[in-house]
């Protein structure tokens, strides 16, 4: 008889820790979270600079720029994009970089977007970070173009003091999905060196990602 009783009482406590909730297994975002997947980029150093949340909008072998990871960081574990040209032959108009599309927003609502950005070329870098929001189908929401002599009172990195931070805000409109985008632009391509060392002449990183309600 004790043990009908005490397997009665396993069944009820097993019982009771069994959900049938079916959202209870993939938690759900507050607005205040940061809705951006891999925000640090550690993922994404992880894996080689491969990522299924992050795409790359650069081909390297065709001559428009190059994506990859470093171990650089802003904040907390390594992991940071690098974003360069590589070749004197490359295509210098083409503006490479990552872009990420984000469900589950609310429309009409404010958002900011901000990331922290690298560029230890100094104040004659030619190169421009140029980043926003556009909608799935392209129109944009809000565009950004900066400079890394404008970051230099700006809110810097805890690991790599180099990083230094830079914000857009956007209202969605009738979006409830959103493609948010990091990119670089050569200023005047006519100042590369095309005999000298292409990737250092161009490259910055990115790290630090966030997309917030306002």
């Known amino acids: 008889m004790k043990k009908i009783y ?28 940061n809705q951006i997947f891999d925000a640090q980029l550690t993922q994404f150093r992880n894996n080689s600079g491969n990522s299924d949340v992050w795409h790359k909008d650069a081909d390297r072998i065709n001559g428009l720029g ?20 590589v070749a004197a032959t490359d295509d210098f108009t083409a503006e490479p970089g990552l872009t990420q599309e984000i469900q589950g927003l609310e429309a009409n609502t404010d958002y900011e977007f901000s990331l922290y950005y690298s560029d230890k070329k100094g104040p004659e870098s030619i190169t ?11 129109q944009s929401l809000a565009k950004k173009s900066v400079h890394a002599s ?6 810097m990195g805890a690991v790599k003091t180099a990083f230094r931070q830079t914000s857009v805000s956007f209202n969605t409109g009738a979006n409830t999905s959103v493609k948010v985008f990091a990119k670089i632009h050569i200023s005047d391509p006519s100042k590369i060196d095309k005999n000298g060392d292409i990737g250092k002449q161009t490259e910055v990183r990115v790290d630090e990602f966030k997309l917030i309600k306002k």
Request: aromatic share 4%; charged share 25%.
């Open 128 to 138: 421009d970070l140029v980043f926003g929001a556009t909608t799935d189908s392209g």
């Open 150 to 155: 404008e970051l230099i009172e700006a809110p």
């Open 66 to 85: 190059d994506i990859g990871s470093s171990k650089d960081t802003a904040f907390d574990d390594e992991g940071s994009a690098r974003i360069r040209f």
């Open 6 to 33: 005490l397997g009665l009482a396993i069944a009820g406590l097993l019982t009771g820790c069994v959900t049938t909730d079916p959202t209870a297994a993939k938690p759900q975002k507050s607005p205040t979270d």
